[in-house]
Structures are given as structure tokens and as C-alpha cells.
């Protein structure tokens, strides 16, 4: 299994093939639907983000969490439907500076194929196995846009081999997700 | 005689209604009933490719996990339908709506679960799951004193490819097949699969979805007990396993568990067709009233 750390160059996954099986160690951002609108409405001002992204991976995740004393725990943390962010997603990685993004059902192939022209990859987790997700989380660093709601913040999280992720679309155009287009009229 | 007979009609208190749907709540969202996880195992051993397997295993090592920590298997909890077959003999000296939202708020603190419930304009959440019809209750009124509540947890995953068709009564069964085929594919693997399939036929267009998902609370071990409908069931499974789509929609041979059809009588002039997915995490959990309890069954 390939390990990676994030923050991550573009070489670093360009050498990422379709099916390769992937773990990350270090840290991990959640981002769903408001996170990404209100991420795109500050750059688009010309306003920075509270974090740099720069590299980062994101994790189309909304958690249940839990307030421990000092910070949060993640009960249930598995990955939501990539495609419902399909609309913002090359706007997003292209003035973030993301590199990966971990989701589940994979994203449209035209999306998919301006992901791969910024030198993102997509990488799938197994969609409702949140515990085992929960499990590789080691803490919160920080959650920041907690206004948005638990679901809907961003989670900024210290993980300890997340995964197994699967390499679903490559920046080679690789995509396991095609076949099921296969079906003819 | 009588007065022993609503003796055990009250025995039912509102409290403890309340603590029988909490105690569904949290075993129907930690664990799966047996026949989806014997499914699943079936679908493991079944699998040639190395990352369906993955797939299968991951679901099997996370149902695991859930189950010993008691966390809600997915992080997306849902939303709640409540199936109740209500005797119309039996006295009830509570709200029973009422008792259900408030033991859906209760649930969502205790367990705890996901809040998920917005207002669909202005997407404020309430923070209980509880809002306008939700939870979801469909009342049946049935002879004597009997009480049943199936409850039906279902992610927006699956839930956002719900489709629902007007076909033509001249095209029968294989636009019945064509539909699902069509829902299937165009979902891929959003709806996280392998899923089950309900499949509402007739009714009207309010009728076929709701029995579409009232399929989905079937054991799959259970054919339609219609000779005929049990072929149709089979004979979708196989072609919607025939599509490649997959464990999670990466590639596969197991696309869904099962295909449940159920049928209503509809207007000579129409044949409605709904389809609802039910994702590999197919939560459900069934109570019943026995000698004035309501005891929880499974999973």
C-alpha cells in the first residue's frame, strides 16, 4: 500500500495509478457542499481562506462528533457522494491548491478530466464504513466554519493510516468508475 | 373480561413506547439485520476482483466495528419511516405522534445520531431530526388489538436516486425491468451498492413509493410470495448484476442484494413505477406488541 503525507506535490501524485490501493498519515481537511460554497465566495473576493490548502487532501465527510473535555471526537466519519460537489469541484481544487480529494461514488468524467489537468487525484473510501474510517483518526487539530453546522464545518484532522483508499481516477484519465456507462440504450 | 382487557391495552405507557422506539432507533443504526450481512458475506466469497473484495470487506470489518462500539455504522443516520399497523380496537392513552418525535430527539442525543432534518428553503436544521412529516409515519389500520412498527433508516446516498415512472400498460414487465436497469446506471456508485431495490408497481403516484420502500423492510430471504412476482424480482437481480457496476461503483459483480417488487391495483390507463435504493447499509428494525409490550425484534 502506498503511504502519503500530506501536503503533497504534483509529482508526488501524478505517479498515482487507477486501483493502486492508498494510505494517508497526517492531516486531512473535511469539505462538503456550504464549506465549498463559502471556501469559493471568499477567493472569488479576493479574500484568503482560514487555512492553507496548498497540497492538502480533502475529505468530502460530514462527521457525528462528540465534545471531549479538550477537543472532539469522531464517532462516525465515512465518506459522502463526491458528484454532489461536482459543480464547484475544479473551481475548488484550482484555487485551493488541493491535491487529493477522498470521496465515495466518484465524480463526473468531465470533472474528473479537469482534475486531472490540475494534478488532482480522486480517491475512493468505502461509502458507509465510518467507523473503520473513525478509527484512523487520531484527533481534531481544529474546526473552523463550525456555523455551517457539525456536518457541513470544516474538520481539520491528525490521521494515522486512513484508508484503505482506493486510486479511483487518476491525472492519467484513468477512471474505475467508466464501466458502468457500458449499458446501452 | 372487559375490564382485564383495557387493563392490558394501558399497559403501554407513553414511556415506555418511547424507550421501545429508542432502542429501535439505536439497533437498527449499529447493526444489520442477519440476512443483509449473510448477503454481504455471500457477495465476498462470490467476488473475483481485488478491489470489489476490498469493498466487501471493509462493510464486513466496519459492521464489526459498529456493532462492539455501539457507533452508528454510517455517519449519514438519515431519515426515518415509520411503518405501523395500529389495531383499531387497541386503546392508546397517548399521542403517538408526539411519542415518536420525541423519541427520535431523544435518540439523536443518546446514541448519538446525525441531525440531518432542514428546512428544505432556507436549509436551517432543527437539530433534533424531528421537522415538518418528519419522522415519516405511514398508519395502517388493521383488525383488533395488534400493534407493528417496521422502521426504515435510509441515507440521502440512496435515497437521492429514488425514480419514479409513468410507463405504458401495454409495455409490462420489461419496461418494469428497463426502469430499475436505468435507475441502477445512472446511480452507479452514488447510491453506495450493493443495494436493494424496491420496486412499487401500480397504486397511483403517491401509492407506488411508498410501496416501493415499504419492499425494503422484506428479508432477503423472503421472495414475493407471488409466483409470478418472485420470477420478475430474480430475473432484474440478475440483469442489474450483469452491469459491472459494482461494490461502490468500482467494479464488479455484485451491483445489488436483491430486487423486492411489490404491487397495488392501478387505473386501467396507467402502470406508475417507483424505485427506491436501498444502500449495503440497509438499516431497519422491526417491534411488536406482545402481551402489552412492545418488544423490539431485530436486527
Not at chain 1, 469539505?31 to 492553507?52: F, I, Q, S, V
Not at chain 1, 468530502?60 to 462528533?65: E, F, L, S, Y
Not at chain 1, 491535491?99 to 480517491?123: F, M, N, S
Not at chain 2, 419496461?175 to 443495494?195: D, H, N
Amino acid at each position: 500500500m502506498i503511504n502519503l503525507n500530506p501536503p503533497l506535490s504534483g509529482r508526488d501524485v501524478k505517479k498515482l495509478r487507477a486501483g493502486e490501493l492508498v494510505k494517508i498519515n497526517g492531516r486531512i481537511v473535511t469539505a462538503r457542499d456550504r464549506a465549498y460554497l463559502r471556501a469559493l465566495e471568499l477567493l472569488r473576493a479576493g479574500k484568503r481562506l482560514p487555512l492553507d490548502l496548498r497540497g492538502a487532501v480533502i475529505y468530502h465527510c460530514g462527521p457525528i462528533v462528540r465534545k471531549t473535555p479538550r477537543s472532539w471526537q469522531i464517532l462516525s466519519g465515512g465518506p459522502t457522494t463526491s458528484a454532489r460537489l461536482d459543480r464547484m469541484q475544479a473551481e475548488f481544487v484550482r484555487r485551493t491548491g488541493v491535491r487529493v480529494l477522498i470521496g465515495k461514488g466518484g465524480i463526473g468524467e468531465e470533472v474528473a478530466a479537469e482534475l486531472a489537468r490540475l494534478g488532482c487525484v480522486y480517491l475512493a473510501f468505502t461509502g458507509g464504513a465510518a467507523v473503520l474510517a473513525a478509527q484512523a483518526i487520531e484527533r481534531v487539530e481544529r474546526v473552523l466554519w463550525r456555523d455551517l453546522g457539525t456536518a457541513e464545518a470544516l474538520w481539520v484532522l491528525r490521521v494515522l493510516n486512513f484508508g484503505p483508499l482506493v486510486v479511483a481516477i487518476d491525472t492519467k484519465g484513468n477512471n474505475l468508475y467508466i464501466h458502468q456507462k457500458r449499458w446501452g440504450k | 373480561m372487559l375490564p382485564t382487557l383495557s387493563k392490558l391495552d394501558c399497559m403501554l405507557t407513553e414511556p415506555k413506547f418511547r424507550a421501545a422506539i429508542v432502542e429501535m432507533l439505536r439497533r437498527a443504526e449499529t447493526a444489520l439485520p442477519e440476512d443483509i450481512v449473510r448477503a454481504l458475506k455471500r457477495s465476498r466469497g462470490r467476488e473475483r476482483g481485488r478491489i470489489a473484495r476490498l469493498q466487501l470487506d471493509c462493510m464486513l470489518k466496519n459492521l464489526e466495528l459498529a456493532k462492539r462500539l455501539g457507533a452508528p455504522i454510517c455517519q449519514d443516520t438519515g431519515t426515518f419511516t415509520f411503518f405501523i399497523r395500529l389495531g383499531s380496537e387497541l386503546k392508546l392513552n397517548f399521542d403517538l405522534k408526539k411519542a415518536l418525535d420525541k423519541a427520535v430527539a431523544q435518540a439523536t442525543r443518546e446514541v448519538p445520531l446525525r441531525a440531518n432534518i432542514v428546512d428544505p428553503f432556507t436549509r436551517k436544521n432543527t437539530g433534533t431530526n424531528v421537522g415538518i412529516e418528519q419522522p415519516s409515519v405511514h398508519l395502517e389500520l388493521i383488525p383488533g388489538k395488534k400493534l407493528s412498527i417496521d422502521l426504515l433508516v435510509k441515507g440521502a446516498g440512496a435515497e437521492n436516486w429514488s425514480r419514479f415512472f409513468m410507463l405504458r400498460p401495454a409495455d409490462g414487465g420489461k419496461a418494469i425491468e428497463r426502469a430499475v436497469l436505468l435507475t441502477l446506471v445512472e446511480a452507479g456508485g452514488q447510491p453506495c451498492p450493493p443495494t436493494i431495490v424496491g420496486v412499487g408497481v401500480g397504486g397511483s403516484a403517491e401509492v407506488a413509493p411508498v410501496l416501493a420502500k415499504r419492499a425494503l423492510l422484506r428479508s432477503l430471504d423472503r421472495p414475493n410470495p407471488d409466483a409470478g412476482l418472485a420470477r420478475l424480482e430474480r430475473r432484474i437481480a440478475q440483469a442489474a448484476n450483469r452491469l459491472g457496476i459494482g461494490p461502490m461503483g468500482l467494479g464488479g459483480q455484485t451491483t445489488v442484494l436483491g430486487v423486492h417488487v411489490e404491487k397495488a391495483a392501478c387505473h386501467t390507463a396507467s402502470l406508475p413505477v417507483a424505485v427506491a435504493l436501498q444502500c449495503w447499509a440497509a438499516r431497519r428494525a422491526r417491534a411488536r406488541l406482545l402481551n402489552g409490550r412492545l418488544r423490539v425484534e431485530a436486527p
